[in-house]
């Protein structure tokens, strides 16, 4: 056996130890000893492995089924510039607080600064982003295995904490098994099965941490971050009898708790000056809210208290007075009193913005980002997940769509790119082997659209990906971008339409894809099925920016005067 064949040997069956049983691999010539080692262990049953050519796609797609499953999936690559393609993945892996494997093969110390090919600096390649855990080239002699093992065991403690590790790895050649002298040491792990060194994964509760008063008439807004924190705080809300503004990918964890979830709360406080009935005295902010202006616009006019990471907690606009982070049943003593009209005027002002918003979309032509997404979050079982894509697909949700309990939202909020978005709902699908759907824009779907480059000996996720072809990046149409003043340069530098057909696409990666021009259409299309497909749907986005103008016109009519 020579070094390199020992090491990855080793790192491979420590990982398993270690309970890492899924693993994404890019193919390359560096990392083969990792790469042979991992196929053999998959081919007795011990990791699941995926194999993708696109690194930057296997990184999300490894995001995705770290998200989905219960334990960090790791993603091996070569060396160069495939080690640089992971950096998206780790980027929103680190600010989501997702604990994830990267596995770089390197080469040795002495080819780098000697012109060898595919060689660059890759320690410390991801910066802050991943902890960096390097490990020294193999050797033929002894007392390596407890480092390999030791090695591998700190990496993924420090996944089960929520980080990005990356796990660098320089490989002599020969790269492949060879026939050699007897290794010079015993490459055994511990007796039964054991990881070389137990580690136990420790997440602080504060019991009771809020010291100050809280009003009756607050405010509590949920964003993405830890569900069990967003499910505790808003125990707190249901009790109190505090109104919820929920992103989607917390509405769940914050309804599980009792909490009354407002439908239309980011559509009310998009559209302007509240009246006196739904002015909070104080607003709580639980995560990491990031879609709606009108929520950003309400803080500083109200205290905000904060409820999140120390000591990154979220505060763009520095207006937080207090940032804790808990805040529990325990805490309900700093409630000072219940206000029994002020749930009752969210609801009635909620119930109001609601009838119209279904009004104005039965009067449009379908079909429309916003109703595609209200009639998908309809549409969709129990039991059902779904990735809401980045740009316009997630705030259409969050600006219509009615929150649901019974099904699981997830969305790449950390730095909230469109980079492998289908990746990242491909590796949830696999991850969770259910009814998985992803809503996506046209040119985040493109963007990604080597997450359809699956191979005939790799497992194709049970995923329905719906794409909203506008035929551009309809979002630049509601910001300040697409105002009438600036439509010389509109369409080129923001819109960016492409006019790609997205059935040759599909066919050429062998997935069905469907049209679906009506709600009827579009409802048949949805119902649950195996494996990959894609289902179209083409809005205009010529009146995108009317159309929004027009809604919250509405609404501040009937659900604010």
């Not at 259910?434 to 049970?462: E, K, M, Q, S």
């Not at 923001?494 to 040759?504: K, M, R, V, Y």
């Not at 990959?532 to 009317?546: A, G, M």
């Amino acid at each position: 056996m020579n070094p390199s064949t020992a090491q990855a040997t080793v790192i491979v069956d420590e990982l398993v130890r270690n309970r890492i049983r899924v693993v994404v691999v890019c193919p390359g010539s560096r990392n083969a000893p990792l790469a042979m080692a991992l196929h053999s262990a998959a081919e007795r049953g011990l990791v699941s492995l995926h194999v993708r050519t696109d690194e930057r796609s296997a990184g999300f797609l490894a995001l995705g089924l770290s998200l989905g499953g219960d334990r960090p999936a790791a993603v091996v690559c070569t060396s160069g510039t495939a080690a640089a393609n992971l950096h998206p993945a780790v980027l929103e892996a680190y600010h989501s607080g997702v604990g994830l494997l990267v596995l770089t093969a390197d080469r040795p110390a002495e080819l780098h600064g000697s012109g060898a090919n595919q060689t660059i600096d890759q320690r410390g390649l991801f910066g802050p982003a991943a902890v960096a855990v390097d490990f020294p080239v193999a050797e033929r002699r002894g007392a390596q295995n407890a480092v390999w093992r030791g090695l591998v065991c700190r990496a993924v403690a420090q996944a089960e904490h929520g980080r990005p590790v990356h796990v660098n790895i320089p490989f002599r050649e020969p790269l492949v098994p060879t026939f050699e002298p007897r290794w010079p040491e015993a490459l055994d792990g511990r007796p039964g099965g054991r990881p070389w060194t137990t580690s136990t994964v420790a997440r602080s509760v504060a019991g009771s941490r809020v010291d100050f008063p809280l009003p009756a008439r607050t405010l509590m807004v949920v964003g993405s971050g830890r569900p069990d924190r967003a499910a505790a705080a808003a125990a707190v809300a249901a009790r109190a009898g505090w109104p919820v503004v929920a992103e989607p990918s917390r509405q769940a964890a914050a309804m599980s708790s009792g909490a009354s979830v407002l439908r239309c709360g980011p559509l009310l406080l998009a559209c302007g000056e509240l009246p006196p009935a739904l002015r909070p005295d104080a607003v709580i902010v639980v995560g990491r809210p990031t879609l709606s202006r009108g929520v950003r616009g309400l803080m500083g006019t109200v205290p905000v208290y904060g409820i999140g990471d120390h000591p990154q907690w979220t505060d763009p606009q520095y207006v937080a007075e207090h940032v804790r982070g808990w805040l529990d049943l325990d805490d309900l003593s700093s409630v000072d009193g219940f206000a029994p009209d002020w749930p009752a005027a969210w609801q009635q002002a909620d119930a109001a913005a609601s009838t119209v918003v279904d009004k104005l979309l039965a009067e449009e032509d379908w079909p429309t980002g916003l109703a595609v997404a209200r009639d998908l979050m309809e549409a969709l079982p129990a039991g059902a997940t779904v990735f809401l894509g980045s740009s316009n697909p997630i705030r259409d949700v969050d600006l219509v769509a009615d929150p649901r309990a019974d099904i699981a939202v997830y969305a790449n909020r950390g730095v909230a790119g469109i980079d492998g978005n289908v990746s990242t709902a491909a590796g949830l699908a696999l991850a969770t082997d259910g009814v998985c759907y992803a809503l996506v824009g046209d040119l985040t779907f493109l963007h990604d659209l080597n997450a359809l480059a699956i191979g005939p000996h790799d497992t194709r996720p049970n995923l329905t990906i719906v794409v909203l072809n506008d035929n551009g990046g309809a979002i630049f149409a509601l910001l300040e971008q697409g105002a009438a003043e600036h439509a010389p340069s509109f369409e080129r530098v923001f819109a960016t339409p492409i006019g790609a057909d997205l059935s040759s696409l599909c066919t050429g990666y062998h997935v069905p894809h469907t049209l679906a021009t009506t709600p009827a259409d579009f409802r048949a299309a949805l119902t649950p099925a195996r494996g990959l497909r894609v289902i179209e749907t083409r809005p205009d986005r010529t009146h995108l920016r009317d159309l929004h103008a027009r809604l919250r016109a509405a609404v501040t009519e009937s659900a604010l005067r």
